[in-house]
C-alpha cells in the first residue's frame, strides 16, 4: 500500500505570496490532518479534515485554510506568507480520526 | 533511495525492564535525526540529535548518535505503561526532509 504523499517536496515563495500544498493519504483513509514544523521545534497542529468536512482547527490565524477532496485527497492554503511562515508542513492520514496516523515526508517551504 | 529502518518493530516489556530501541538510516546530505513518541495521534516530539556521540536526556530516556555508523538509539530506563506508544525516528535531509521509519511498538505490561 503506497503511503502518505505530499507535493511539491519543497518550495521557496516570497513574503505576500500564497501557497497550495497538496497531500494524497493512504487509500482507504478518511482523516487528514496538516502540522506545521519549525526547525527543532514539535510539531504544531493546523487542522483535521475528515469526509471534506473540517473537524478540528488549531491556533493559526485565518491565513491559513484547507480543504479535502471527495477521494480525501487534502490542500492546504497560506495566503499573505510572512518569513515566520517558512516550516515544514506534515501531512498525516489515518482511516478515522481516533486511529494511528501515518506521516508523509512533508513540504518544505521557504519564505523569503 | 533514501531510508531509516527502526528495529525491533515491536516489543513487550514488564515494567521496570529497560529498553533500547534502534533507528538506523541510509540519506543522502544527512542533517539530523528525530525521535518521537507516538500514541494513537500526532506524535509528542522526544529528541532532535545532529552530533555523533553527544547523549540527550529527558528523565528516563536517553537518546544517542553515531553519525560513523549511521545509527541511534533510544534508551528508556525503568519503563512504566504510560511509555507504551509508537516510538518514531526520522531522518531529515538537507533540504529539511523527513525520512521516517516504520516506526517501534513498545508494549509496558504491569
Known amino acids: 500500500k503506497a503511503g502518505v504523499t505530499q507535493t511539491p517536496r519543497y518550495l521557496i515563495k516570497t513574503r505576500g505570496q500564497q501557497v497550495t500544498l497538496s497531500c494524497s493519504p493512504i487509500?482507504?483513509?478518511?482523516?487528514v490532518s496538516w502540522y506545521q514544523q519549525t526547525p527543532g521545534q514539535g510539531l504544531q497542529f493546523l487542522f483535521e479534515?475528515?469526509?471534506?468536512?473540517?473537524?478540528n482547527k488549531g491556533n493559526f490565524p485565518g491565513r491559513f485554510s484547507g480543504r479535502q477532496f471527495s477521494n480525501s485527497r487534502s490542500e492546504m492554503n497560506v495566503s499573505t506568507l510572512e518569513l515566520g511562515d517558512s516550516a515544514l508542513y506534515l501531512c498525516?492520514?489515518?482511516?478515522?480520526?481516533?486511529?494511528?496516523?501515518?506521516f508523509g515526508p512533508g513540504t518544505r517551504l521557504t519564505v523569503l | 533511495e533514501d531510508k531509516v529502518v527502526q528495529s525491533p518493530l515491536s516489543l513487550v516489556v514488564h515494567e521496570g525492564d529497560t529498553v533500547t530501541l534502534n533507528c538506523s538510516y541510509e540519506?543522502?546530505?544527512?542533517?539530523?535525526l528525530l525521535w518521537y513518541k507516538q500514541e494513537k495521534k500526532a506524535p509528542t516530539f522526544l529528541f532532535m540529535l545532529?552530533?555523533s556521540g553527544i547523549e540527550k536526556k529527558s528523565g528516563r530516556l536517553s537518546s544517542i548518535l553515531d553519525k560513523k555508523e549511521l545509527f541511534s538509539i533510544l534508551n528508556i530506563t525503568a519503563t512504566q505503561t504510560g511509555d507504551s506508544a509508537i516510538y518514531l525516528c526520522?531522518?531529515?535531509?538537507?533540504?529539511?526532509?523527513?525520512?521516517w521509519g516504520a516506526g517501534t511498538k513498545l508494549i509496558i505490561k504491569p
Open positions: 498525516a492520514s489515518s482511516l478515522n480520526s481516533q486511529d494511528t496516523q501515518y
Open positions: 487509500s482507504g483513509h478518511r482523516s
Open positions: 479534515y475528515f469526509s471534506e468536512t473540517q473537524r
Open positions: 540519506v543522502t546530505n544527512f542533517r539530523s
Open positions: 545532529t552530533s
Open positions: 526520522a531522518a531529515v535531509d538537507s533540504n529539511y526532509q523527513l525520512i
